[in-house]
């Protein structure tokens, strides 16, 4: 008997063809061309089965390479370009950075010091487990920062269960029991949703940002180019804001019991003996801590920073011509330079080889979602190049004198909703086009409408499959669907309030879409 994931593969997979067929073979609607009519049919076969999970994602991304030519709407030569845009190079870049941290545990022991700076209270564990996930998120995978925390989490419910104190409680098994369904439930939903939370905070931290950077630089070169001081100043304050939000809602409702009704001690002795096993800081640790935070003042300093009272010039501009540098030079020769640099270069030969080799990158590299990503580059390349995009903003044209502020909402609410039953990164890739199309139709700023698209692609909190965190959390069996959605729905609910308000006031100046 299938289960139900393969059932909904085979499902997706049928309507994804027949669909491709019937749009093929359809009378072209009014106004269309036919290549617009041929994009469509692809467009229409590569949602259908990211969605459904026909085939993986990243296979599913391909495609274009075969059907585009073939259908003529973009040359093999074309259609490949899509697949090394310099946006992909900053992802893999910061990808290597990150896997430099994972190889000498430097991101293990941030994070532990992080939450041994917290009090042994449930909130407080719960506030520091999240500001160590929402930090390590700006800088390495949300993914490898929820799988790296994960254990850490269980491995201190599991400590203080035994030490749990719950007013109205006889028993301590059923203290214990209760400590696990509500405290361990919170704990474990907060690191997930920090880490979904913080990873939009720079152009490195999250698959989404860097997906719509790359459709953002393709298809409006004559706009400011956003770079990461820029898109930190607007998403570092929605971290900043929406996390201790998060944190609140989560203490008082996100579990049946309130954390307020849970009393236990030594929790910070399971995190010092942590701590204490990671022993000091090893040469390794602390060379990749010096090019980490190398590459991100060098990010900050690439252009001028106009700080209104006086403009901070950019190390680019010494340059013999600035505009050839961008984000993901920095990102690629600073990781190059961890190639180069040997392990034990600030100590005393207490480590072999260099800070990163070339097998460990290979392997722990997410090829799957660098496919994705080119994959859909070259997906709105051909919508947009083949009139389709121009199509459908004609007959947005209805929308002409709708409040933006509902446009921004109904937009963002689609982009939650699509994030919730698929990729969050293909939902950035599949509806950017069309979100672009009703922005020229409509008269507003193209960013205006595709920032808080992109920016809620990672505020999905109610189902496992929305984003890699939410899956991994749910793979630890204490987490059950309704629980989770019972969790979430509020706070999808607010980042559809918080996320869209502070895109708009900090976005309008410093990208003008005011």
Same mark, same amino acid.
């Given at each position: 008997?299938?289960?139900?994931?393969?059932?909904?593969?085979?499902?997706?997979?049928?309507?994804?063809?027949?669909?491709?067929?019937?749009?093929?073979?359809?009378?072209?609607?009014?106004?269309?061309?036919?290549?617009?009519?041929?994009?469509?049919? !692809?467009?229409?076969?590569?949602?259908? +089965? +990211?969605?459904?999970?026909?085939?993986?994602?990243?296979?599913?991304?391909?495609?274009?390479?075969?059907?585009?030519?073939?259908?003529?709407?973009?040359?093999?030569?074309?259609?490949?370009?899509?697949?090394?845009?310099?946006?992909?190079?900053?992802?893999?870049?910061?990808?290597?950075?990150?896997?430099?941290?994972?190889?000498?545990?430097?991101?293990?022991?941030? @994070?532990?010091?992080?939450?041994?700076?917290?009090?042994?209270?449930?909130?407080?564990?719960?506030?520091?487990?999240?500001?160590?996930?929402?930090?390590?998120?700006? +800088?390495?995978?949300?993914?490898?920062?929820?799988?790296?925390?994960?254990?850490?989490?269980?491995?201190?419910?599991?400590?203080?269960?035994?030490?749990?104190?719950?007013? /109205?409680?006889?028993?301590?098994?059923?203290?214990?029991?209760?400590?696990?369904?509500?405290?361990?439930?919170?704990?474990?939903?907060?690191? @997930?949703?920090?880490?979904?939370?913080?990873?939009?905070?720079?152009?490195?931290?999250?698959?989404?940002?860097?997906?719509?950077?790359?459709?953002?630089?393709?298809?409006?070169?004559?706009?400011?180019?956003?770079?990461?001081?820029?898109?930190? %100043?607007?998403?570092?304050?929605?971290?900043?804001?929406?996390?201790?939000?998060?944190?609140?809602?989560?203490?008082?409702?996100?579990?049946?019991?309130?954390?307020?009704?849970?009393?236990?001690?030594?929790?910070?002795?399971?995190?010092?003996?942590?701590?204490?096993?990671?022993?000091?800081?090893?040469?390794?640790?602390?060379?990749?801590?010096?090019?980490?935070?190398?590459?991100?003042? #060098? +990010?900050?300093?690439?252009?001028? #920073?106009?700080?209104?009272?006086?403009?901070?010039?950019?190390?680019?501009?010494?340059?013999?011509?600035?505009?050839?540098?961008?984000?993901?030079?920095?990102?690629?020769?600073?990781?190059?330079?961890?190639?180069?640099?040997?392990?034990?270069?600030?100590?005393?030969?207490?480590?072999?080889?260099?800070?990163?080799?070339?097998?460990?990158?290979?392997?722990?590299?997410?090829?799957?979602? %660098?496919?994705?990503? /080119?994959?859909?580059? @070259? #997906?709105?390349?051909?919508?947009?190049?083949?009139?389709?995009?121009?199509?459908?903003?004609?007959?947005?044209? @209805?929308?002409?004198?709708?409040? !933006?502020?509902?446009? %921004?909402? !109904?937009?963002? #609410?689609?982009?939650?909703?699509?994030?919730?039953?698929?990729?969050?990164?293909?939902?950035?890739?599949?509806?950017?086009?069309?979100?672009?199309?009703?922005?020229?139709?409509?008269?507003?700023? $193209?960013?205006?409408?595709?920032? $808080?698209?992109?920016?809620?692609?990672?505020?999905?909190?109610?189902?496992?499959?929305?984003?890699?965190?939410?899956?991994?959390?749910?793979?630890?069996?204490?987490?059950?669907?309704?629980?989770?959605?019972?969790?979430?729905?509020?706070?999808?609910?607010?980042?559809?309030? !918080?996320? $869209?308000?502070? %895109?708009?006031?900090?976005?309008?100046?410093?990208?003008?879409?005011?």
């Amino acid at each position: 008997m299938l289960s139900g994931a393969s059932k909904r593969r085979n499902i997706g997979l049928a309507v994804g063809l027949i669909g491709f067929a019937a749009l093929l073979l359809m009378p072209q609607p009014g106004g269309m061309e036919p290549v617009a009519q041929r994009t469509a049919a !692809v467009a229409f076969l590569m949602a259908a +089965w +990211w969605i459904s999970e026909a085939a993986h994602i990243a296979v599913t991304a391909l495609l274009p390479l075969v059907l585009f030519p073939a259908l003529d709407i973009l040359s093999s030569r074309a259609v490949s370009a899509h697949y090394a845009n310099h946006i992909i190079f900053l992802f893999l870049g910061g990808f290597i950075i990150a896997i430099a941290m994972e190889k000498w545990n430097l991101h293990r022991r941030i @994070a532990l010091a992080t939450i041994a700076r917290v009090g042994s209270e449930p909130h407080s564990l719960l506030l520091g487990f999240m500001v160590a996930a929402a930090f390590l998120s700006m +800088w390495i995978s949300n993914t490898a920062t929820t799988m790296m925390m994960l254990p850490i989490a269980m491995a201190v419910v599991n400590q203080l269960a035994g030490m749990a104190e719950i007013a /109205g409680v006889d028993t301590q098994q059923e203290a214990e029991s209760l400590t696990r369904e509500n405290f361990g439930l919170v704990l474990l939903l907060g690191i @997930a949703y920090a880490a979904s939370v913080g990873g939009i905070g720079t152009i490195v931290g999250s698959p989404t940002t860097v997906a719509f950077l790359g459709f953002a630089s393709e298809h409006f070169p004559d706009q400011p180019p956003i770079g990461f001081v820029p898109w930190s %100043v607007v998403c570092i304050p929605i971290v900043v804001v929406f996390l201790p939000l998060t944190w609140v809602y989560l203490c008082r409702f996100g579990a049946e019991l309130p954390l307020s009704a849970i009393k236990f001690r030594g929790s910070q002795s399971v995190i010092r003996d942590e701590l204490k096993k990671l022993g000091r800081i090893t040469p390794a640790e602390r060379l990749v801590l010096m090019v980490s935070a190398a590459t991100a003042l #060098l +990010w900050i300093t690439r252009s001028p #920073l106009d700080l209104e009272w006086f403009t901070v010039p950019g190390w680019s501009g010494l340059l013999l011509d600035s505009s050839d540098v961008h984000d993901s030079t920095v990102a690629v020769g600073m990781a190059v330079l961890l190639f180069l640099l040997p392990a034990d270069l600030l100590g005393r030969g207490s480590a072999d080889g260099f800070a990163m080799d070339w097998k460990t990158a290979a392997e722990r590299m997410p090829w799957g979602i %660098v496919f994705l990503i /080119g994959g859909g580059f @070259a #997906l709105a390349a051909g919508i947009s190049g083949s009139g389709l995009a121009a199509w459908i903003g004609s007959q947005l044209g @209805a929308l002409k004198g709708t409040p !933006v502020w509902l446009l %921004v909402l !109904v937009t963002c #609410l689609l982009s939650t909703a699509l994030t919730e039953a698929t990729s969050n990164v293909a939902t950035v890739l599949m509806f950017s086009p069309i979100v672009a199309a009703m922005a020229a139709e409509v008269g507003v700023h $193209p960013y205006l409408l595709l920032i $808080p698209v992109a920016v809620m692609a990672s505020f999905a909190f109610t189902l496992p499959v929305a984003t890699p965190p939410n899956a991994i959390v749910f793979s630890s069996g204490w987490i059950t669907i309704p629980k989770m959605f019972r969790a979430g729905i509020a706070l999808d609910l607010l980042g559809l309030v !918080v996320a $869209p308000a502070m %895109v708009y006031l900090l976005g309008a100046r410093i990208f003008g879409f005011g």
